[in-house]
Nanobody
Framework: QVQLVESGGGLVQAGGSLRLSCAAS????????VGWFRQAPGKEREFVAA????????VYGDSVKGRFTISRDNVKNTVYLQMNSLKPEDTAVYYC??????????????????WGQGTQVTVSS
């Protein structure tokens, strides 16, 4: 069992930055990776980024490439999402997620088993 808690959301102006954190407890090392997803009102959940716990490999969604950076701290069992050059269309609830074991579909929400409660990010124009 893995528990995930997100933090760091808030209100920011367009062009600004925020850093989200995802603190994992339980047995996070049993998960192959951690992903960030987001969901805006009336829209489907969208893949943002993912990082491998052991490898540090990263994958990004097309809409955030070059602006967002995902990283992890294995000692603190925490995954970060640094978001720069924020746009109003980045407004959403951001969730971190982890699979029960090995996950080969990092960009697919249904491949994840554990989810945090989400943190709201609002970007004003």
């Amino acid at each position: 069992q893995v528990q995930l808690v997100e933090s760091g959301g808030g209100l920011v102006q367009a062009g600004g930055s925020l850093r989200l954190s995802c603190a994992a407890s339980g047995r996070p090392s049993s998960s192959s990776n951690v992903g960030w997803f987001r969901q805006a009102p009336g829209k489907e959940r969208e893949f943002v980024a993912a990082v491998g716990w052991n490898t540090g490999s990263t994958v990004y969604g097309d809409s955030v490439k070059g602006r967002f950076t995902i990283s992890r701290d294995n000692v603190k069992n925490t995954v970060y999402l640094q978001m720069n050059s924020l746009k109003p269309e980045d407004t959403a609830v951001y969730y971190c997620a982890a699979p029960r074991g090995l996950n080969l579909r990092w960009g697919t929400a249904t491949a994840y088993d554990y989810w945090g409660q989400g943190t709201q990010v609002t970007v004003s124009s």
